[in-house]
């Protein structure tokens, strides 16, 4: 059983839209962060939530701690968002685990 | 910039060769870690380091060795490198408690054939 699911595997999205990825977890956790791979393989963290919500631009993230899940919000999503977002949970004993991703293409 | 540098970037290596993967973060961050990247699976923890001094197995250790030569430094040895070893490699670098950011080297790319 994996530490952290998310959902979906792979995501389509046309220019403008409204994009969600969930992110669920069955362990205690003192973080949860999202991060973005690039084709080409760097990652990039783009958040760190231990409560509440976070927003950068474009992107918000919300954390519900009692049901142990997260979003990743990319509102009037553009293509130079096409990427693979990763949700990481960091443990009470500073382990990180992490989903598999979320493949998004948007197309123009 | 500040941050967490891998190098090397692409490697081939045939069957019983060996190699270190170097990594090294400038944030003056305890612990370090080294993940392998294979496709369809989460990132999954080689070995870790909590501070200076110790090394600790994660979850797929054998065929692996590590070296925190010192604050900055968490080198990823591969003694004898076997075709399942082809994957990426990330080391990353963050601090205890409360929690900080986790940064992230840049990835190796490693080839066994």
């Known amino acids: 059983k994996n530490e952290v699911e998310q959902s979906p595997q792979n995501l389509t999205a046309q220019e403008g839209e409204f994009i969600t990825i969930n992110c669920s977890y069955s362990v205690g956790i003192s973080a949860l962060h999202w991060l973005q791979q690039h084709p080409g393989g760097g990652i990039v963290s783009l958040f760190m939530?231990?409560?509440g919500k976070k927003k950068h631009g474009r992107l918000i993230a919300t954390i519900n701690i009692q049901e142990k899940h997260s979003s990743l919000h990319i509102t009037a999503s553009h293509p130079r968002d096409s990427a693979v977002y990763i949700c990481?949970?960091?443990?009470?004993?500073?382990?990180?685990?992490f989903g598999t991703g979320t493949s998004l293409t948007v197309i123009p | 910039n500040a941050g967490v540098t891998q190098t090397p970037k692409f490697q081939v290596l045939k069957t019983g060769q060996s190699m270190t993967l170097q990594c090294a973060q400038d944030?003056?961050?305890?612990?370090m870690y080294w993940y392998r990247q294979d496709p369809g699976m989460g990132l999954r923890l080689i070995y870790y380091?909590?501070?200076?001094?110790?090394?600790d197995k994660g979850e797929v250790p054998n065929g692996y060795n590590v070296s925190r030569l010192n604050k900055r430094e968490f080198s990823l040895r591969l003694e004898s490198a076997a075709p399942s070893q082809t994957s990426v490699y990330f080391c990353?670098?963050?601090?205890?408690?409360?929690?900080?950011?986790?940064?992230f080297g840049q990835g190796t790319r490693l080839t066994v054939v």
């Open positions: 380091s909590a501070s200076e001094g110790t090394t």
């Open positions: 944030m003056n961050h305890n612990s």
């Open positions: 990481a949970v960091r443990s009470r004993v500073n382990q990180f685990y």
């Open positions: 990353a670098s963050s601090d205890a408690g409360p929690p900080k950011e986790a940064f």
């Open positions: 939530l231990s409560s």
